[in-house]
């Protein structure tokens, strides 16, 4: 069974320093997004992507976040630099279309700033 | 109010119960709407799509009330295994952009 690919699976740094994680989506899935979830929240979105075009990314916080998906297939979330805030589970997901919107995730990336 | 809300629970509930969590929208425009259920530090899994005229699969099955928008999930027989997180999905208005609940935690217990 196909899956959504992501790396690191652990991240620790300190604040300040930047940091950068990887998500292989699924072959053949148009749209890939980017969550963030805190510990008994839901996951937030941050980013949307169908092929490399941004769906939306509202929610992104753009001074120090941001996201790529040059070739319409993997993509990094990059966080520079890292506040303590930031520490929590970053969650990749992945769907056919946008209007196949059944999405698969990832096992995430559970990040600590210290 | 929130864009989709749901009760966080916990939920406790024996063994072969039958248990039903609500999750509310905002947005009446909304047309995509799915439950996924997330096990403690896990990634979430999609459980199942909510058609207008309903899905069940097994012991599940979920509604969806547009006119008082909130879609519905319902467990029969609840099993241990079934303890978890269950967290709704709807898709904003004229898009297809997502908003996860923040989830309902159910916990079934011998």
């Known amino acids: 069974e196909a899956e959504v690919a992501q790396s690191p699976r652990y991240k620790i740094t300190e604040k300040s320093q930047a940091v950068a994680f990887w998500c292989d989506p699924i072959?053949?899935?148009?749209?890939l997004y980017w969550y963030r979830q805190i510990l008994g929240q839901g996951p937030e979105l941050l980013v949307q992507?169908?092929?490399?075009?941004?769906?939306?990314d509202s929610q992104l916080p753009k001074d120090r976040f941001s996201a790529e998906r040059l070739k319409g297939v993997d993509s990094t979330l990059k966080i520079q630099p890292a506040e303590l805030g930031d520490s929590a589970m970053y969650l990749c997901?992945?769907?056919?279309?946008?209007?196949?919107?059944?999405?698969?995730f990832g096992p995430g990336t559970r990040l600590t700033v210290t | 109010r929130k864009e989709v809300e749901q009760d966080p629970g916990p939920f406790n509930v024996p063994e072969g119960a039958t248990v039903a969590f609500n999750c509310t929208y905002s947005?009446?425009?909304?047309?995509?709407f799915f439950w996924y259920r997330q096990d403690c530090r896990k990634e979430p899994k999609l459980l199942m799509s909510?058609?207008?005229s309903g899905n069940e699969d097994g012991r599940f099955t979920a509604q969806l009330n547009r006119a008082s928008q909130y879609i519905s999930l319902l467990i029969r027989d609840s099993k241990l295994s079934d303890s978890a997180t269950y967290l709704c999905?709807?898709?904003?208005?004229?898009?297809?952009?997502?908003?996860f609940g923040r989830g309902t935690s159910l916990i079934v217990h011998p």
């Open positions: 947005n009446s425009a909304s047309q995509s």
């Open positions: 072959s053949g899935h148009a749209t």
């Open positions: 992507f169908q092929d490399e075009s941004v769906v939306d």
């Open positions: 997901a992945s769907s056919r279309a946008v209007q196949r919107d059944e999405q698969y």
């Open positions: 909510v058609y207008s």
């Open positions: 999905v709807v898709n904003k208005g004229g898009s297809y952009i997502p908003t």
